[in-house]
């Protein structure tokens, strides 16, 4: 049986391994998380060789290839290949040509990565791609700290999104009321929807709170709506809306459908798995996969 190694410092790795075992049951994935090091993407391009080629000697020579699945470990891709002839590499990368066959204005681009990348040879090739847009690094500080405890959500993606760019006003959130009813006993939930029982004075406390609570957050909302309204106006009008969104973090991954309805249909959210998918296909000489279902 064909094996490979898929190594990341994070989950962006994981996410890689899954999608290829998914699509490719007749191979063996070996992952290899690099926990001690991580994150990689506080590091310079210098020390994230360093780190790559020393967590994966010990696969070298051994495996029929060895992905680097997430753009910031795919900088050592180049020193890997030099350095290791013998060893089949393969590293995350943009596909030109899917960006080039879509029918989206490409005029304005939107960048969604670590925060270091900028800085890094993705920015020089992201200028090759698209010569003539105007490329918008989004500000990700922090994103990646919260997916990896669990603890990102839409409401803060879209919080995040919404203060850099224009993005799409038909995102519904579940209401904070309904999730406070579902957490109080039943009899308590009675009294504040007005359906008749007996309580006790403690329930009885408890419901008269509640309720001048949510009085006193909805005449808040209402005051603040009413002065922020012109000043939010103007900053939204000033904002962009992206053509085209760009996921190059492999971590942002499993939010592509969230960042989907944020952005709106008009706006096109790219990643590119089945790129890689392709090129572990071609080192290893597999044929019939189109990346697109489990096989």
């Not at 790795?13 to 998914?22: K, R, S, T, V, W």
């Not at 790559?52 to 495996?63: D, Q, R, S």
């Not at 040879?121 to 690094?137: A, V, Y």
């Not at 000043?231 to 969230?258: G, H, M, Q, S």
Request: proline share 3%; glycine share 6%; aromatic share 10%.
């Amino acid at each position: 049986m064909l094996k490979i190694v898929v190594f990341d410092g994070g989950w962006g790795g994981e996410l890689i391994a899954d999608y290829l075992q998914n699509e490719l049951n007749i191979i063996e994935i070996v992952r290899v998380i690099d926990w001690k090091n991580a994150p990689y993407d506080e590091k310079s391009e210098k020390e994230v060789c360093q780190l790559v080629e020393h967590a994966l000697l010990p696969y070298i020579g051994k495996y029929d290839a060895i992905i680097l699945g997430g753009y910031i470990t795919s900088l050592a891709f180049s020193s890997l290949k030099q350095r290791f002839p013998h060893q089949k590499f393969i590293g995350m990368g943009i596909n030109k040509y899917r960006i080039q066959r879509s029918r989206n204005c490409q005029k304005q681009v939107a960048v969604l990565a670590s925060p270091n990348m900028k800085k890094t040879k993705w920015e020089k090739e992201l200028r090759q791609i698209f010569p003539r847009s105007r490329i918008m690094w989004a500000n990700c500080q922090g994103w990646e700290a919260l997916i990896n405890e669990g603890k990102m959500t839409k409401r803060y993606l879209y919080n995040s999104l919404s203060g850099q760019f224009r993005v799409t006003k038909e995102v519904a959130f579940e209401p904070a009321k309904q999730r406070a009813l579902e957490e109080l006993p039943l009899r308590v939930k009675m009294l504040i929807t007005g359906e008749r029982a007996r309580y006790s004075e403690e329930e009885e406390k408890i419901a008269t709170a509640i309720k001048g609570l949510e009085k006193m957050s909805k005449l808040a909302k209402a005051a603040e709506e009413c002065f922020a309204s012109e000043e939010r106006f103007a900053r939204r009008t000033r904002l962009i809306k992206p053509d085209v969104v760009l996921i190059l973090n492999t971590t942002f991954l499993e939010y592509k459908a969230e960042l989907e309805e944020i952005f709106g249909w008009e706006t096109l959210v790219m990643e590119f798995r089945e790129k890689v998918l392709r090129e572990v296909c071609a080192a290893l000489g597999l044929q019939g996969i189109d990346g697109k279902r489990p096989k």
